[in-house]
């Protein structure tokens, strides 16, 4: 009998220790939660597109959270953390189709407890994971994903894209090819048989309608993605010789496809226009033909307007990256969390508690903004105010022995009210009417 | 250039890196009745071997010649090392289970050589293009063919008929079809089929890195080519019959000519058009192209 009673007290004693360690530890989390601020971080960390796009922007978020961390960043990003939260980023694979994406976005939300989802390269990734953060009523911003599909189709309240969508590039590369007085009467297109390719190509053939409208589409090769051998592809677009090869492929497709075409002669027959491509300049090196025409999808890498803080950018990032230089997916990882850090703190200051923001208050703080960026001024101004416009820029590939890279001549910029449609109007309509309300001087 | 011979031409060039890797797959099959999902992977160790091993020749400053010889090394060295690892250490274990679950097995090794190959070589690009250029190019009417798909279609028709030969001219090659037609009466016969096993094996999975070391100068080698080949490889062995020798060659010409003929007539129909030729094949010949009935055993 006393064994039993001692045996209780025990147990009682050990339930109280429990009791007000969970407390301890629960009241700890709270304010941790309140101290820090989880992002959830979506980028393809395996698959063909983790060394193009997912690394690459996953190291730039790293450099950048570090920055953000220690407020070593410049100004206005000099803030420690968001608004003085510590940043806390949770990392996860896009790798796997957009049905495990979903899962994955429940999950970061749902168990990781994460206040804000940056992320997602592929535009069927996008498409399907906008519809389930809008009816969770939770924040989701779209770093990279190309299709115009996501704010012209529907409309959201915590989904954000921080970057231009792919109208941008294609107009752009009509643009870059008549401002250099390129002759063209056909054209031929190469692009994945996906979101990103369809739209790419759509874009690219409506711009020349409107600015070579004599020309003619040749060919269109859509081969899927991730095919590897574009043998046949090449004999195709080179049985029918055209003025310009259209493309936007990317990452291992688009640099096996220059492998493969270069020593046919493709580059030499053709003025060859790669709309998404400076990612592939470091890998390629001095197998990169000369004088081919490419964009980076904004004014990124070689192709950023001078500033201090794309200095400050450039300079980290290769001390963080054994010196290799940030492309296109760096550079918009940095804009998102750049944009994301500057609508937290805005929220901050207008959230009388104090404290940190509700999601609501964020959205309401990111919508409509506009902010610097290493690449130029972002401005949140289609989508109702959802969809980011920025500039674009084009240029000429030269490999520089000496140097032993690729560097881009003859860089054109086009403002963002140059290259992307009206708050008003779809992309493909606004390329069919002919740009109305374009500003491109 | 007549716009048919290109076809053909463009056809034969896919379809014989195709066939090498085909033939590997169809032949584990032949032998070991397992359908290896994890083939592709063994492709992708055979283009990263290479490209490691042609990068260390070049840094040796040996002759760019050499870097086949390094590729065939390559190949041999994945065979050696990692095929017996896989089927002695693994797949052994399952033989006699069901089908369905050695499909599984392999499907979960196929995940496992993935991440094994991302933490040999990481995620980054390996280029070996130097290879590619050795041939320089053959100008065959409009067009410029690169001398090294030729290449290509000759070590295919080499290939295949050394399998070909060793099976049905030696007497090693008399065991393995004894084993393929009944492993029971052949052991009963003496025949070592634990051994036939691995050598059977270890030759699909030289056959497969082969093929991925003579691809890799033409592509960039990073992680996920091994899931595309893989797709095709199944195509090609099903159209042609599974475990059918000439089965692989026919599938992998008509895989090829299909999709040639579809890229420069109709370039939305490509990938359809592989397997509408499936499609049909499988409609009329169930069993493939060169599979005979079999009776089933009781």
């Given at each position: 009998m006393q064994q039993t009673i001692t045996t209780q007290r025990a147990l009682s004693k050990i339930s109280i220790i429990a009791a007000a360690m969970l407390f301890t530890l629960g009241a700890a989390a709270s304010a941790n939660a309140a101290d820090e601020f989880k992002i959830g971080i979506v980028s393809f960390?395996?698959?063909?597109?983790a060394d193009s796009f997912g690394v690459p922007a996953v190291n730039g978020a790293k450099v950048l959270i570090e920055a953000f961390n220690n407020g070593t960043?410049?100004?206005?990003?000099?803030?420690?953390?968001f608004g003085g939260m510590k940043i806390v980023p949770v990392y996860v694979d896009e790798n796997g189709g957009a049905t495990k994406q979903v899962q994955e976005l429940r999950n970061l939300y749902?168990?990781?407890?994460?206040?804000v989802v940056v992320g997602y390269v592929g535009s069927g990734d996008c498409l399907a994971v906008a519809p389930v953060a809008e009816e969770m009523k939770r924040f989701l911003i779209l770093y990279d994903c190309g299709t115009p599909r996501i704010f012209e189709e529907a409309n959201y309240k915590y989904v954000f894209r921080t970057a231009s969508h792919a109208a941008m590039d294609n107009v752009g590369a009509v643009r870059y090819l008549k401002a250099r007085n390129v002759k063209i009467e056909g054209f031929n297109m190469i692009n994945q048989d996906y979101a990103w390719g369809h739209d790419s190509l759509k874009d690219f053939t409506l711009s020349m309608q409107v600015l070579?409208?004599?020309?003619?589409?040749l060919s269109d090769q859509r081969p899927k993605?991730?095919?590897?051998?574009y043998g046949t592809e090449i004999s195709q677009l080179m049985s029918n010789p055209a003025d310009v090869t259209h493309s936007s492929l990317w990452g291992g497709d688009l640099q096996a496809m220059i492998l493969q075409a270069a020593p046919r002669g493709l580059f030499k027959k053709s003025q060859v226009v790669l709309?998404?491509?400076?990612?592939v300049l470091t890998p390629l090196g001095d197998k990169m033909p000369d004088g081919v025409i490419i964009g980076a999808?904004?004014?990124?890498?070689?192709m950023a307007p001078k500033s201090a803080l794309n200095d400050w950018w450039w300079s980290e990032y290769q001390k963080a990256n054994a010196g290799v230089y940030p492309v296109q997916a760096p550079y918009r990882m940095a804009q998102a969390l750049m944009g994301l850090k500057l609508a937290v703190e805005k929220a901050m200051t207008a959230n009388?508690?104090?404290?940190k923001p509700s999601i609501e208050q964020i959205a309401e703080a990111l919508r409509g903004s506009e902010w610097e960026a290493p690449a130029g001024r972002i401005k949140m101004a289609l989508g109702d105010g959802h969809q980011a416009i920025q500039a674009a820029a084009f240029g000429r590939t030269r490999y520089d022995a000496a140097k032993k890279m690729v560097v881009l001549d003859d860089i054109q910029r086009f403002a963002a009210e140059c290259v992307n449609p009206p708050a008003n109007m779809k992309s493909d309509e606004w390329i069919k009417a002919g740009f109305p309300g374009a500003k491109c001087n | 250039m007549n716009i048919a011979l290109t076809i053909m031409i463009d056809g034969l060039t896919y379809a014989s890196w195709l066939f090498i890797v085909a033939l590997g797959l169809t032949l584990v099959f032949g032998v070991l009745k397992i359908l290896n999902v994890a083939h592709g992977s063994f492709y992708a160790l055979g283009a990263y071997a290479a490209a490691s091993l042609v990068g260390w020749f070049a840094s040796m400053q040996?002759?760019?010649?050499l870097s086949l010889i390094a590729m065939l090394l390559a190949a041999v060295g994945v065979a050696v090392i990692v095929a017996p690892l896989c089927e002695r250490g693994l797949l052994r274990i399952f033989y006699g289970r069901d089908e369905v679950l050695l499909v599984l097995v392999t499907y979960a090794l196929f995940l496992i050589l993935e991440d094994v190959t991302k933490i040999i070589w990481g995620v980054n690009p390996f280029y070996l293009s130097e290879p590619y250029a050795l041939f320089g190019n053959v100008d065959i009417g409009k067009q410029s063919y690169v001398g090294y798909d030729f290449l290509l279609v000759i070590v295919a028709i080499v290939v295949g008929f050394i399998v070909w030969w060793g099976l049905n001219r030696t007497r090693i090659g008399k065991i393995v079809l004894a084993v393929i037609h009944s492993e029971e009466i052949a052991a009963s016969m003496g025949v070592n089929v634990s051994r036939i096993y691995t050598l059977a094996f270890g030759t699909g999975i030289f056959l497969a890195a082969l093929g991925g070391a003579l691809t890799a100068p033409m592509i960039?080698?990073?992680?996920?080519?091994?899931v595309g080949v893989v797709i095709l490889s199944f195509a090609v062995v099903i159209i042609g019959g599974l475990g059918s020798i000439p089965g692989a060659a026919i599938g992998a010409l008509i895989v090829g000519i299909a999709r040639s003929a579809a890229v420069h007539l109709?370039?939305?129909?490509e990938l359809f058009s592989i397997y509408l030729v499936m499609a049909v094949v499988l409609m009329f010949r169930p069993e493939g192209l060169f599979q005979r009935s079999q009776a089933r055993k009781i």
């Open positions: 960390l395996s698959g063909q597109a960043a410049p100004a206005p990003y000099n803030k420690k953390g749902e168990r990781e407890n994460v206040d070579y409208p004599q020309s003619k589409a993605f991730g095919a590897g051998q709309t998404a491509a400076d990612h999808r904004g004014a990124y890498g070689q009388k508690k104090g404290g | 040996l002759a760019p010649e960039s080698v990073q992680p996920g080519i091994s109709m370039p939305v129909a």
